[in-house]
């Protein structure tokens, strides 16, 4: 069962701004980092974002991340159709004393 | 390169045993902490089980006393021994690299193995 809440899907027209959402709690967003990950389809997650807003080697920054409190979001600028995808963000939960993910949402170009 | 490289999955039935193995390559399984997350079908993912590199092991509610995580550091590999399977086991097992042990930082992960549990 997910503990980080996101919404189910996201669209948009290539060239457009989408940004997803990551809802959770003091006990995990609101005291520690989120995580992104982003899931083509058919294929494993791979890291998106780290530590909140931090891009790895290789990520186009046209992903950038961000946290307030208890939610967090990433932001897709400039989408393209490469960008269709199941997104799922993740954080220690400090409670459960393990990592959770978010429900994943579903971005589709339009 | 970093990679990581999951066998072992297949169809067994409930109640059955199967363990899995994820060979590493482009680093230390031993150095580092290694965690399983599956994924069952059409569903989100969710975190099952950590080791961490001083031999610590950790595990999800929803199979602590059934599964248990170890590595062999000569053939640089995790194992993940799944007993009692379930249908609700049903997933897809990825294993993958925990950067941060008290994070939901994984990177890399691997391809993935399918074990699906039916009679």
């Known amino acids: 069962q997910s503990v980080l809440t996101q919404p189910p899907s996201a669209s948009g027209t290539p060239g457009q701004r989408v940004t997803i959402s990551c809802s959770g709690s003091?006990?995990?967003?609101?005291?520690?980092?989120v995580y992104w990950y982003q899931q083509l389809p058919g294929t494993a997650p791979k890291l998106l974002i780290y530590r909140n807003n931090q891009r790895p080697s290789g990520v186009p920054d046209r992903f950038s991340g961000s946290k307030s409190g208890t939610s967090a979001s990433l932001a897709i600028s400039g989408l393209r159709s490469e960008d269709e995808a199941d997104y799922y963000c993740?954080?220690?939960?400090?409670?459960?004393?393990?990592?959770?993910f978010g429900t994943g949402t579903k971005v589709t170009v339009l | 390169e970093v990679q990581l490289v999951e066998t072992g999955g297949g169809l067994i039935q409930p109640g059955g045993s199967l363990r899995l193995s994820c060979a590493a390559s482009?680093?230390?399984?031993?150095?580092?902490?290694m965690s399983w997350v599956r994924q069952a079908p059409g569903k989100g993912l969710e975190w099952v089980s950590v080791?961490?590199?001083?031999?610590?092991?950790y595990y999800a509610d929803s199979v602590k006393g059934r599964f248990t995580i170890s590595r062999d550091n000569s053939k640089n590999t995790l194992y993940l021994q799944m007993n009692s399977l379930r249908a609700e086991d049903t997933a897809v097992y990825y294993c993958a690299r925990d950067v941060a042990a008290t994070g939901g930082w994984f990177d890399p992960w691997g391809q993935g193995t399918l074990v699906t549990v039916s009679s």
């Open positions: 080791i961490y590199s001083g031999g610590s092991t």
């Open positions: 482009g680093f230390t399984v031993s150095s580092n902490y």
């Open positions: 003091s006990s995990n967003i609101g005291s520690n980092y």
């Open positions: 993740a954080a220690w939960d400090d409670s459960l004393s393990g990592p959770v």
